[in-house]
């Protein structure tokens, strides 16, 4: 079984300044790991994942993600954060149940992006 | 990417009536689907998984007769919360895996808010 924990339910943050929304899983198998955007009453938008290769990841929106194996960590990172990246974050892992990858989610992260 | 649609987006109803709500993969098939759902400042709990043309497997805690999981075909997957009550008031998300060598991806649909009043 695979388990995910994001330690900040909320991070406030000013506009124009960087931000780091951490993220932290563990399993007994190899896994993919995701991040994933949801704004308000929408459904999720895959921002970055990784699944092997290069431990640091950019995805969209200018975030980008490093994978630390020995840390069991995937935080999730942004240079210069836009009022518009104010929306709740989600860290999963995903690894293979019965043929099919099964999907964990963290409890989530609020960003709020202050003007 | 490939594209999941889920209908209703929103759905209000009485205390006691069924809703359906649809996930359709649109440009690939998608021989299982997965049905979560998202309490109010909680993370997404896997529901069950859908399997076409087989009897969906559902997550520990989750009564299947009250959540009716149909896969009809391919590229539509179907979850009826029957007999419904406010409790049951959440926001319900589909996914499906990646289609393609790995599954390594899930796409997920809009979303439901249902509301029973």
């Known amino acids: 079984a695979q388990s995910v924990t994001q330690l900040d339910s909320q991070v406030p943050v000013f506009e124009e300044a960087p931000v780091e929304l951490r993220c932290n899983y563990s399993s007994s198998v190899s896994v993919y790991l995701f991040w994933y955007v949801q704004y308000p009453n929408q459904g999720l938008q895959l921002l970055l994942k990784?699944?092997?290769?290069?431990?640091l990841v950019k995805g969209i929106n200018g975030f980008e993600a490093e994978f630390n194996k020995s840390q069991t960590s995937f935080h999730l990172r942004k240079p210069s954060v836009h009022i518009s990246d104010t929306a709740e974050y989600f860290c999963?892992?995903?690894?293979?149940?019965?043929?099919?990858?099964?999907?964990?989610f963290g409890i989530g992260t609020k960003l709020q992006v202050i003007p | 990417g490939a594209v999941v649609s889920q209908h209703p987006s929103r759905v209000i109803c009485k205390s006691g009536t069924s809703v359906k709500i649809e996930c359709r993969s649109l440009d690939f098939q998608a021989t299982t689907m997965f049905w979560y759902r998202q309490f109010p400042k909680q993370s997404l709990m896997l529901m069950a998984t859908?399997?076409?043309?087989?009897?969906?497997?559902?997550e520990q805690g989750v009564e299947k007769d009250k959540f009716l999981i149909n896969h009809a075909s391919l590229t539509l997957s179907t979850l009826t919360v029957t007999s419904a009550h406010p409790e049951d008031s959440s926001f319900y998300i589909c996914s499906a895996p990646s289609p393609g060598d790995g599954n390594t991806e899930a796409f997920f649909g809009q979303g439901t808010r249902l509301t029973v009043v």
């Open positions: 859908s399997n076409e043309g087989s009897k969906a497997t559902y």
């Open positions: 999963a892992v995903s690894a293979d149940s019965g043929g099919y990858q099964k999907v964990t």
């Open positions: 990784y699944l092997s290769g290069s431990t």
